[in-house]
């Protein structure tokens, strides 16, 4: 069973607030991505990182932040919350070889009212 | 035309029965197979990574890829009620990209007893 957490895992709050979803994995993992999942939908990167101090967008156009300060952390930041952001949010892992594959956390459930 | 297309269903299917999910792809860089397995309110969990073409297969799971169709499938033998869950293909290319999979929407599989 892949070690990569998620705090917290379900989360209520008003629009306009600043929240930090964490991320920790023990694994290791250089690399490690943040993906936004709504029902019946694709998953879709928001965020990934390379190693430390390395972070990139994904796809998905978002007005979260990420920080890679230590290897196994990898928290996202949503500045000012608004309705629109409810959703869940996956972080996942990775091995830095050719057939790394991904170790998902169980994922924050998110609604902004 | 997005460039993985899974049927989300759901599948209903009665306990014993073989199970066929599939995705369709567009890329032929796509050279890594995955599927993920999504219980409700979990993250994916990695069941079966195949690389090119070929079958692959791990207990009553058989991932078949068929490269030259731009297909591939997962067959679960024996189902039973526990393999009710989301199952997700993603896949990636080997060499000239960012190694960040692409997902599928998911398959809803029901089993039911």
């Known amino acids: 069973e892949a070690d990569i957490y998620q705090t917290p895992r379900y989360l209520v709050i008003g629009t306009g607030k600043k929240i930090t979803l964490e991320c920790s994995q023990t694994?290791?993992?250089?690399?490690m991505y943040w993906y936004q999942q709504d029902p019946g939908m694709e998953l879709h990167l928001i965020h990934y990182?390379?190693?430390?101090?390395?972070?990139e967008k994904g796809d998905l156009s978002s007005e979260s932040t990420v920080s890679r300060i230590r290897t196994e952390h990898f928290p996202l930041t949503l500045e000012s919350a608004r309705p629109s952001h409810t959703s869940q949010y996956l972080c996942?892992?990775?091995?830095?070889?050719?057939?790394?594959?991904?170790?998902f956390g169980p994922g924050t459930r998110l609604t902004v009212t | 035309q997005k460039e993985v297309e899974q049927d989300p269903g759901p599948l209903s299917v009665p306990e014993g029965a073989i199970v066929s999910l599939n995705c369709t792809y567009s890329?032929?860089?796509?050279?890594?197979f995955m599927w993920y397995r999504q219980y409700s309110r979990k993250g994916p969990e990695l069941l079966m990574y195949?690389?090119?073409?070929g079958n692959k297969e791990d207990g009553r799971f058989t991932a078949q890829v068929d490269k030259s169709s731009k297909y591939i499938s997962l067959f679960i033998r024996d189902s039973q009620p526990s393999d009710s869950a989301t199952y997700l293909c993603?896949?990636?290319?080997?060499?000239?990209?960012?190694?960040?999979?692409?997902f599928g929407r998911g398959t809803s599989l029901i089993v039911h007893p």
């Open positions: 990182s390379y190693g430390v101090n390395s972070t």
């Open positions: 993603a896949m990636r290319r080997a060499s000239g990209g960012s190694y960040i999979p692409t």
């Open positions: 996942a892992s990775s091995e830095s070889t050719r057939l790394g594959s991904q170790y």
């Open positions: 195949t690389y090119s073409s």
């Open positions: 890329n032929s860089a796509f050279q890594y």
């Open positions: 694994m290791g993992h250089d690399k």
